[in-house]
């Protein structure tokens, strides 16, 4: 099969559609597909694949470095027209997502749309009325769904939010993939890095942006050293993001000191030796779908206390793999001080956490979205 994947960010950007369709073309080629990616440029990134292509882009804001496609290119439509795909694959309803869709039309081939994103908690993002954009982006949603031929999500509960949005097309739930690692990274050498000893690590990954509540992170994370004293616990924050300088300040102002650890950010393959040297992993975050760096944390056997937030309830099992906490600084805190203070229930959540990443590896998961563009193929050729 020659799939064709629109997708309005890739490499070298890391967050969590990037990762989703890296994994999924990783999947995809190993079983033998043919995989090509259309993304927007990203400065003077050279890609060290083939088959993709890259639409010229302008920065979306200077909030945050996130190129925005201008979705024409000659050359690309030249390479169109040569291309004989079997399906288009969208993970955008904007820009390249409508783009790629009019090129499946044209084409006579389907269209599968995954729907990844709560866009109305980046409207911060957008210099317009909050109120506005959201009307916009739950429109362009709808429209956007109801003209595809098949459409996806990570989670029950995004599904439940495009039904909100009055979607009536059938909405297919294939969680996002992750790697599973045939050889689990016991984190000596990042505990070195970093002066670890016998500290508990806690440890939260991903983008650092306002959507993400790591400030309510950070005072929580004050609210445990007041409990059980410094040089017993440390923070790690890995990775980058608009927000890094103010959670720095923040951190500064709660006094915590170098029990706070900003890694700034790390590569994507380098993150599971990360992961290995945590005791909990931590999330405050209500604006995920089905946030990659969870699966990851699960797959690394580390288990999970986070906020009831639909990214956590769809995947973590409260006293099984990890806690669900309400999201104030005690409940957080003491669900932490009690899960560390416990060897025996970390143990047994650990081995849940790794078994409940095998469901979602990436070669079971791109296997699903084979099989669903297989169905969606048969039905458009009996129209």
Same mark, same amino acid.
């Given at each position: 099969?020659? /799939?064709?994947?629109?997708?309005?960010?890739?490499?070298?950007?890391?967050?969590?559609?990037?990762?989703?369709?890296?994994?999924?073309?990783?999947?995809?080629?190993?079983?033998?597909?043919?995989?090509?990616?259309?993304?927007?440029?990203?400065?003077?990134?050279?890609?060290?694949?083939?088959?993709?292509?890259?639409? #010229?882009?302008?920065?979306?804001?200077?909030?945050?470095?996130?190129?925005?496609?201008?979705?024409?290119?000659?050359?690309?439509?030249?390479?169109?027209?040569?291309?004989?795909?079997?399906?288009?694959?969208?993970?955008?309803?904007?820009?390249?997502?409508?783009?790629?869709?009019?090129?499946?039309?044209?084409?006579?081939?389907?269209?599968?749309?995954?729907?990844?994103?709560?866009?109305?908690?980046?409207?911060?993002?957008?210099?317009?009325?909050?109120?506005?954009?959201?009307?916009?982006?739950?429109?362009?949603?709808?429209?956007?769904?109801?003209?595809?031929?098949?459409?996806?999500?990570?989670?029950?509960?995004? *599904?439940?939010?495009?039904?909100?949005?009055?979607?009536?097309?059938?909405?297919?739930?294939?969680?996002? #993939?992750?790697?599973? #690692?045939?050889?689990?990274?016991?984190?000596?050498?990042?505990?070195?890095?970093?002066?670890?000893?016998?500290?508990?690590?806690? $440890?939260?990954?991903?983008?650092?942006?306002?959507?993400?509540?790591?400030?309510?992170?950070?005072?929580?994370?004050?609210?445990?050293?007041?409990?059980?004293?410094?040089?017993?616990?440390?923070?790690?924050?890995?990775?980058?993001?608009?927000?890094?300088?103010?959670?720095?300040?923040?951190?500064?102002?709660?006094?915590?000191?170098?029990?706070?650890?900003?890694?700034?950010?790390?590569?994507?393959?380098?993150?599971?030796?990360?992961?290995?040297?945590?005791?909990?992993?931590?999330?405050?975050?209500?604006?995920?779908?089905?946030?990659?760096?969870?699966?990851?944390?699960?797959?690394?056997?580390?288990?999970?206390?986070?906020?009831?937030? #639909?990214?956590?309830?769809?995947? $973590?099992?409260?006293?099984?793999?990890?806690?669900?906490?309400?999201?104030?600084?005690?409940?957080?805190?003491?669900?932490?001080?009690?899960?560390?203070?416990?060897?025996?229930?970390?143990?047994?959540?650990?081995?849940?956490?790794? *078994?409940?990443?095998?469901?979602?590896?990436?070669?079971? /998961?791109?296997?699903?979205?084979?099989?669903?563009?297989?169905?969606?193929?048969?039905?458009?050729?009996?129209?």
């Amino acid at each position: 099969m020659r /799939i064709g994947i629109f997708s309005n960010c890739y490499l070298p950007m890391v967050n969590g559609v990037v990762g989703a369709v890296t994994l999924l073309r990783q999947g995809f080629e190993e079983m033998g597909h043919e995989v090509h990616i259309f993304a927007p440029a990203f400065d003077d990134y050279i890609d060290q694949e083939d088959h993709v292509y890259r639409y #010229p882009a302008v920065d979306l804001t200077r909030k945050v470095k996130y190129p925005v496609a201008v979705p024409f290119s000659a050359r690309i439509n030249r390479v169109l027209d040569q291309l004989d795909l079997d399906i288009i694959h969208c993970h955008h309803p904007f820009i390249l997502g409508p783009l790629g869709h009019r090129i499946a039309k044209r084409k006579k081939i389907p269209t599968v749309y995954t729907f990844h994103t709560q866009y109305e908690q980046y409207s911060h993002y957008i210099p317009l009325p909050a109120k506005l954009v959201n009307w916009m982006s739950r429109r362009q949603i709808y429209r956007f769904c109801q003209a595809v031929d098949q459409i996806t999500t990570p989670a029950e509960s995004a *599904q439940q939010l495009l039904r909100s949005y009055g979607v009536t097309k059938p909405v297919t739930v294939i969680p996002n #993939p992750t790697l599973i #690692p045939t050889k689990q990274d016991d984190g000596r050498a990042v505990r070195a890095r970093y002066g670890l000893q016998d500290e508990k690590l806690l $440890i939260n990954v991903g983008r650092i942006a306002a959507e993400k509540n790591l400030a309510l992170l950070l005072r929580v994370f004050r609210y445990l050293l007041d409990q059980a004293g410094p040089g017993t616990i440390k923070l790690m924050i890995v990775g980058d993001g608009p927000e890094l300088g103010n959670l720095v300040q923040l951190a500064r102002e709660l006094n915590l000191g170098e029990q706070v650890i900003f890694t700034g950010l790390v590569a994507p393959a380098e993150v599971s030796q990360y992961l290995g040297a945590a005791d909990l992993f931590v999330m405050t975050s209500f604006s995920e779908v089905k946030p990659l760096a969870q699966l990851e944390a699960l797959a690394a056997g580390v288990p999970i206390v986070s906020v009831k937030a #639909p990214g956590a309830n769809d995947t $973590i099992v409260h006293d099984y793999n990890g806690l669900l906490v309400d999201a104030d600084i005690n409940s957080i805190g003491n669900a932490i001080l009690s899960l560390l203070a416990d060897p025996a229930r970390q143990i047994r959540f650990r081995e849940a956490a790794r *078994q409940t990443a095998l469901r979602y590896s990436h070669s079971r /998961i791109a296997a699903e979205y084979l099989e669903l563009f297989a169905k969606t193929l048969a039905l458009t050729k009996n129209k």
